[in-house]
């Protein structure tokens, strides 16, 4: 552990930041099918923009737009596919998925939510400590339910409600190093 003195006292998430190939269809995604409303805008010198939408308690998730941006490289900078429907892997330094909290008691409307507004989704995915970490049912392991869904640059996102308090023994399985070995005196003692 970091020693107190030494540690940043965070309060969450100020922001994401991602980058997307049109600002416009962007907006009309993030406002206007998912409700979060768009909270500041900024041009940026050479013709780029940045603009911050509100996703709730406090946090924001911000997109830039560049008028010379390289396309998407599926399987480098983003995942192919959503979970459950392939390969999730992405590359180093990339982002694999933006999860929004959300109320535990309305997860299970969402899928049919978002498929009314032309949204392809995930059905509503139970992760647990299994050894296949999903199940069919909701039972007392579920840690969290997520739906899945990407956004009109194929940005993979997820609605995630938490099912139960995490406690120290959810954390139990030792990091891998870059060749694949275990690092076990890095796991928080439980």
């Known amino acids: 552990m970091a020693d107190p003195e030494q540690a940043f006292a965070t309060r969450g998430v ?5 980058v997307c190939s049109d600002m416009a269809r962007t907006v009309d995604f993030y406002q206007g099918l998912l409700g979060f409303k768009l909270i500041k805008t900024v041009e940026i010198p050479g013709g780029a ?23 998407v490289a599926p399987g480098v900078s983003q ?9 999730i892997t992405s590359g180093i330094g990339s982002m694999n ?3 929004f909290d959300v109320d535990p008691d309305l997860i299970d409307e969402y899928p049919e939510r978002l498929r009314r507004l032309g949204i392809a989704c ?7 400590d299994s050894e ?5 049912e909701k039972h007392p392991g579920v840690f969290v339910r997520s739906v899945y869904f990407a956004d009109p ?21 030792a990091p891998k190093t870059a060749d694949g070995t275990y690092r076990s005196e890095l796991v928080a003692a439980t």
């Open 14 to 18: 100020n922001h994401l930041a991602l």
């Open 132 to 136: 296949a970490t999903v199940s069919r």
């Open 49 to 71: 923009q940045h603009f911050f939408f509100d996703i709730g308690g406090g946090d924001a998730l911000a997109f830039f737009w560049f008028p010379d941006a390289p396309p």
């Open 153 to 173: 640059d194929g940005i993979n996102l997820e609605f995630a409600a938490w099912n139960r308090a995490l406690v120290d023994s959810d954390v139990k399985h």
């Open 122 to 128: 995930s059905p509503v995915i139970n992760h647990d």
């Open 79 to 87: 995942p192919e596919n959503l979970p459950g429907q392939g390969s």
């Open 97 to 99: 998925h933006v999860a």
